[in-house]
């Protein structure tokens, strides 16, 4: 079976991420690592795995100006080829019900795009939606709101 980078973000996230760890119990780099290969995960993957989320942790105003609430987002010809138009549409719709900021959109995509040759699904996108906002203090209420639409089990139609 054949992991990609998202499979090893999604078992660290669930693993390590999202419990109630004190400040000081995160892992270090070489002990997750280690105990990602342990698991089975590729060397390899698991390496591209911990860079992503380095650079998930990096500062966010290394990409430029933070776009403004009225820009309109036009996805590149790349962009546009690793995210499909349902991809596209739920990332519109989740900064238009204020889960996303504009800042966010573009992290979101940035982290996205950083996944290389994984397939960006709509469940893949939720799961990065969902690092984005746990990875940023003060995002509590869009995480939680986030959370519910990653683990929701049937969705309810809109009528």
């Known amino acids: 079976m054949k992991e990609g980078v998202l499979d090893i973000l999604i078992y660290l996230f669930e693993n390590y991420f999202d419990g109630e760890l004190d400040e000081g119990d995160e892992p270090d780099r070489d002990t997750l690592k280690q105990e990602?290969?342990?698991?089975?995960?590729?060397?390899?993957?698991?390496?591209?795995?911990?860079?992503?989320?380095?650079?998930?942790?990096?500062?966010?105003?290394?990409s430029g100006p933070a776009p403004t609430a009225r820009a309109i987002r036009v996805f590149a010809a790349v962009e546009q080829s690793r995210l499909?138009?349902?991809?596209?549409?739920?990332?519109?719709?989740?900064?238009?019900?204020g889960i996303l900021s504009p800042t966010q959109r573009e992290l979101v995509i940035d982290r996205l795009m950083a996944l290389e040759?994984?397939?960006?699904?709509?469940?893949?996108?939720?799961?990065?939606?969902l690092m984005v906002l746990f990875s940023q203090?003060?995002?509590?209420?869009?995480?939680?709101?986030?959370?519910?639409?990653?683990?929701?089990?049937?969705?309810?139609?809109?009528?």
């Not at 089975?40 to 993957?45: A, D, K, N, R, V």
């Not at 698991?46 to 500062?59: G, M, N």
Request: charged letters at 35%; aromatic letters at 8%.
């Open 36 to 62: 990602l290969e342990r698991a089975g995960f590729p060397t390899g993957e698991v390496e591209r795995a911990l860079c992503w989320l380095e650079d998930l942790a990096a500062d966010p105003s290394r």
């Open 84 to 97: 499909d138009r349902e991809c596209r549409g739920y990332l519109v719709h989740l900064e238009n019900v």
């Open 117 to 129: 040759g994984d397939e960006i699904d709509l469940e893949k996108l939720k799961w990065v939606v």
């Open 137 to 159: 203090p003060g995002q509590e209420s869009a995480y939680s709101r986030m959370e519910d639409l990653v683990f929701e089990e049937h969705p309810t139609a809109v009528h």
